[in-house]
């Protein structure tokens, strides 16, 4: 029994080391029948495919659908993202202090230019006005009394110097007259002093007076309650904000690489978010780019006589430029490159080749494209089964409009 035994033990393990460590050789032994069929069948399938592999990518000949696509001058508008803005919107303040004895506009009344809008009580400044008012004739008086003093007191001196040259009159006495003539003078210039001074309370008080009224500076709408009855007011205080919304400003900001297609003076349109699409010019531009952005302020002077257009509405901006030559070719042919590069695949003498291209416009006809010749044939079908070299058997469809 024990020879038994280790005899199995030792077929089991010849059977196990050739299925591990001898697996190929005992393959190979048992298939050594079917190789020269198969290494046959290998050369055969090898010669079938030289043929196929000696026919490259440039060689073959693909079909396409072409456009022959002539270039016409458009409009190469720049588009903007901005928002309106009134024509002039200002803080009208108090210029002088008092109770407020006028009642109040409410936010939202239309205003023209001149309409009073807070009124001050004068307090005593009318009273103040009266008495300057009264002092100016009595100043006025004085000055003539005092001019003609002068002009005696010149005759005696002339007197009094003719008769000290005869010998009539002593030396004191001519000093005394010229004394007397440069009091007057000096009477004078007092005098007129006072007159200067009742003027300047004149027209000091009436200034305060007619400060007393605030007005409004343009005609508009007023975009807060006007100061309330019996507020008291301070110089600097608010009376109310009002604001001029006809004309209206369109206002955007062009990027740096697009500020050189807008001039002033351009017509320019806009949509609003409600849908509404409104025309106007440029009215400025701006010289100095702002330092975050770099980009420049652009503003549009609008008509809005209704008053339906409200500060800060958003708006789509197109500013019209100098006339461009571009391609209108469907959105569907445009293409990359190896690079990532933008572009089209055109047709030259049957022969596929790539031309990169920029956007102008895009509109629901198609996509306005920049940077092909005059002339180009455009492949719109199959474009993406081409590459540089390849050549294509073109089939024509008709130009676009």
């Known amino acids: ?73 458009i409009d190469s508008a720049v588009l903007l993202r901005g928002r309106t803005e009134a024509a002039r919107q200002v803080d009208v303040r108090a210029e002088t202090s008092g109770l407020i004895i006028s009642e109040p506009l409410r936010k939202g009344t239309s205003v023209t230019e001149g309409d009073l809008m807070c009124e001050i009580d004068p307090g005593t400044r009318e009273t103040v006005l009266k008495q300057a008012q009264t002092s100016l004739p009595e100043a006025r008086a004085r000055v003539t009394e005092a001019m003609a003093r002068q002009a005696e007191a010149e005759i005696n001196y002339n007197a009094a110097t003719k008769l000290s040259e005869d010998g009539f009159a002593s030396e004191t006495r001519v000093a005394s007259a010229k004394a007397s003539i440069e009091a007057a003078m000096a009477g004078v210039e007092a005098a007129k002093s006072g007159v200067e001074s009742a003027e300047v309370m004149i027209a000091a008080a009436q200034e305060d007076i007619e400060r007393l009224n605030v007005k409004a500076p343009f005609a508009g709408l007023l975009e807060t309650d006007t100061a309330e009855l ?33 001039k002033t003076g351009a017509l320019a349109g806009a949509r609003l978010t409600s849908g509404r699409e409104v025309q106007g010019q440029v009215t400025f531009l ?26 800060g509405q958003t708006a789509e901006i197109l500013i019209s430029s100098e006339g461009e030559l571009a391609h209108l070719l469907p959105a569907s042919a445009l293409t990359l490159d190896d690079e990532g590069a933008l572009g089209v695949r055109i047709v030259d003498q049957e022969v596929a080749g790539f031309t990169p291209i920029s956007i102008l416009r895009d509109t629901p006809e198609g996509v306005w494209v920049a940077g092909l010749r005059e002339i180009e044939d455009v492949i719109v079908t199959g474009q993406e089964y081409v590459i540089d ?13």
């Open 1 to 73: 029994m024990r020879v038994l035994s280790v005899l199995v033990a030792i077929i089991v393990s010849a059977v196990l080391y050739l299925a591990v460590f001898e697996r190929d050789r005992l393959l190979s032994f048992a298939g050594a029948t079917d190789a020269p069929t198969k290494a046959t069948e290998t050369v055969e399938t090898a010669e079938e495919a030289e043929p196929e592999a000696a026919t490259d990518d440039t060689s073959r000949i693909v079909s396409v659908v072409a456009l022959k696509s002539e270039a016409r001058d």
């Open 230 to 262: 019996g507020t008291l007011m301070q110089p600097g205080a608010l009376c109310a904000t009002i604001i001029q919304l006809d004309p209206i400003k369109l206002v955007g900001f062009v990027p740096e690489t697009e500020v050189v297609k807008v």
């Open 286 to 311: 701006s010289r100095s780019a702002d330092p975050q952005t770099r980009t420049f302020r652009v503003e549009i002077q609008v008509a809005n006589s209704d008053l339906s257009i409200r500060d």
């Open 389 to 401: 070299g390849v050549k294509v058997d073109v089939t024509y469809k008709d130009v676009a409009q």
